[in-house]
């Protein structure tokens, strides 16, 4: 089956939009310090960049999870494959993601951390694909609102490909 992958944001519109995501969060948490959790690996890639533009001190770790499921659907059972290096006990914690879809695998992982007792914990997603959601998750930072279509690049993988394309794409089969 032939791949064709169309440009759905441009590395510059996805540039842009992490630098005001950046100075929301540095104005949000003024006089603090912020702690970034990267869900390996679809949100590394957004996770650096975002660090970049972040003004207050910053710290990060990072977790990776798999959710069982098939193909295309999680099932909202969740395994860490890898956890946290450090703890979240009184830390004001931002969970970053590439993209919320179902919101099984966030619903999941955001009631874990909770019982961590971080000072605050809150979300933020590049994408955010609402018509797919079944269980509901508050999403405090999105990066773009998109459409039921599957997406590839700026970390985000069709089958473990696609992840290093600097712009953000929609991947259709012929
Ligand atoms: P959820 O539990 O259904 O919200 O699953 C979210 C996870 O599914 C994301 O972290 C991605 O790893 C993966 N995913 C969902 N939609 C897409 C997509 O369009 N492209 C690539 N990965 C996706
Ligand atoms: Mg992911």
Request: a negative charge; one cysteine or more; aromatic letters at 8%.
């Amino acid at each position: 089956m032939a791949e064709k992958i169309s440009v759905l944001f441009t590395e510059e519109e996805v540039d842009a939009r992490i630098r005001e995501l950046g100075e929301q969060i540095s104005k949000e948490y003024a006089g603090k310090k912020v702690h970034l959790i990267c869900v390996l690996k679809g949100a590394s890639f957004f996770t650096c960049e975002l660090a970049k533009r972040i003004t207050v001190p910053v710290s990060l770790d990072f977790m990776s999870v798999s959710s069982y499921g098939s193909e295309t659907e999680s099932s909202g059972v969740v395994r860490i494959v890898k956890d946290l290096d450090e703890p979240i006990k009184g830390k004001d914690v931002i969970v970053v993601e590439d993209i919320v879809d179902t919101g099984r695998t966030l619903s999941y992982l955001l009631e874990m951390l909770k019982d961590r007792g971080p000072e605050s914990l809150k979300l933020c997603t590049l994408l955010d694909k609402p018509e797919r959601r079944v269980v509901d998750v508050h999403v405090d930072y999105n990066g773009f609102q998109i459409p039921d279509k599957f997406i590839v690049g700026y970390g985000l993988d069709y089958d473990q490909k696609h992840r290093n394309l600097p712009y953000i794409g929609i991947i259709e089969f012929e």
